[in-house]
């Protein structure tokens, strides 16, 4: 194992204060959120089981970058919206693009800055139509 990787590797948790793993040794049960939702879970309440720390080149974030770990034994399905709770995020995404001056829907969520759509903030002319 390398130096690095012997860095991050404290499976006892005294180093960190929870277990902690280099990038791709943690135990297989041991899912990041987003490996969770893959799997159509979600973490149910229990708390952060362990870490994976690995050392990152990023130009814009570089250091020790960290991901929390959930045990896929205690994770709960996910749950689905109910059919009102879908019509209010249609009528909210609505809104969102409906223009407050011309009062049509523009197609895509208006810019904020904007606060009206291109075509009544640029005039029809400057604003090419979206190809179909």
Wanted: contains cysteine; glycine residues 8%.
């Amino acid at each position: 194992m390398s130096r690095i990787r012997a860095t991050f590797f404290d499976p006892t948790g005294n180093r960190y204060g929870i277990p902690t793993y280099p990038w791709r040794i943690a135990p297989p049960h041991l899912l990041t959120l987003r490996q969770l939702a893959a799997r159509g879970l979600r973490p149910g309440g229990q708390d952060v089981q362990a870490q994976v720390m690995w050392r990152s080149h990023r130009h814009g974030a570089p250091g020790v970058r960290v991901a929390f770990l959930y045990d896929v034994r205690f994770a709960l399905p996910k749950r689905t919206a109910t059919p009102r709770q879908l019509a209010a995020l249609a009528k909210a995404n609505a809104a969102r693009r409906t223009c407050p001056d011309c009062r049509k829907d523009a197609g895509y969520v208006l810019p904020r800055h904007l606060g009206t759509c291109l075509n009544c903030a640029y005039g029809p002319e400057t604003v090419e139509p979206l190809a179909a």
